[in-house]
């Protein structure tokens, strides 16, 4: 079986400036005052990355006990910016599609691997219908580990203890829109299949590490079947990406 590690903003659905608005009411809730620098978009860092660079943007301290007290607020309050996600926001290009194909496959475990804490992942995936397509239970958040590549073990231990099988490498893939997606395979223990449907180009992508490149999820087929090992050699074979090309 394939674990397929399925990351969320910009590759999967679109939330606008909700998350920026997130970051600006819980800045100013906790330190006093508003933000004058928000988090840059697209970036695909973890939420607890991206608050301590809001706080050293902003002259504060990033301190762990304060980064810990804005980011355990976070999922909350955009709980209550649900209306802004489904006005503002939207479904990225053949998502839908890709993630039924993906978990009607027997050979494929869906889940994610998200910069997103899981309360937040969650509200975002329920807000456009897409929970049903995941096991968000065998899932890596940034809520497990504030360094994105550690997310990748996390999930395989998860799914390894759901499915008694080994996850590794040879039957892991990413698939996500930024750089951090392709580090965090690269450096986590994945494949990657990149979408050059975020801030990202395709050249950047590829010139990163990833194993593929698509211009978006509207350029898939019916997952194909995995190759199976040698039964003479006993070597297991380059991995099929869940798309056939």
């Known amino acids: 079986m394939i674990l397929v590690l399925w990351d969320i903003d910009r590759t999967l659905l679109y939330v606008g400036d909700t998350d920026r608005l997130v970051y600006r009411e819980i800045f100013e809730e906790v330190i006093g005052h508003p933000p004058q ?3 840059e978009r697209g970036t695909g ?15 504060c301290p990033a301190a ?18 649900k209306a802004e996600l489904r006005t503002n926001g939207r479904l990225m290009p053949g ?14 475990i869906p889940t994610v691997v998200t910069g997103n804490l899981r309360g ?8 456009f219908g897409l929970t049903g397509y995941l096991d968000t239970d065998l899932g890596g958040y940034a ?13 395989q231990q998860r799914a390894e203890a759901a499915y008694g099988q080994e996850f590794t490498r040879n039957n892991t893939v990413i698939i996500g829109d930024s750089l951090q997606d392709v580090r965090t395979g690269i450096e986590g223990g994945a494949r990657v299949i990149a979408l050059a449907s975020g801030t990202t180009t395709a050249s950047s992508l590829k010139d990163a590490g990833a194993d593929h490149v698509i211009p978006d999820l509207t350029v898939h087929e019916a997952p194909r079947t995995p190759r199976q090992p040698n039964s003479l ?3 297991r074979p380059a991995m099929a990406s869940p798309w056939a090309r």
Do not use: F
């Open 37 to 39: 620098v928000l988090p």
């Open 45 to 59: 860092v973890t939420m607890p990355a991206a608050v301590r660079e809001l706080l050293l943007t902003n002259d």
């Open 64 to 81: 762990d006990q304060l980064v810990t007290q804005i980011t355990d607020k976070m999922p909350a309050q955009l709980s209550r910016h």
């Open 95 to 108: 998502a839908v599609a890709a993630l039924r194909a993906v978990h009607q496959a027997p050979h494929l």
């Open 120 to 127: 937040s992942a969650e509200i975002k995936l329920e807000t």
């Open 143 to 155: 809520s497990d580990d504030a360094h994105r590549p550690a997310l990748v073990r996390i999930a």
């Open 233 to 235: 050699s006993g070597t």
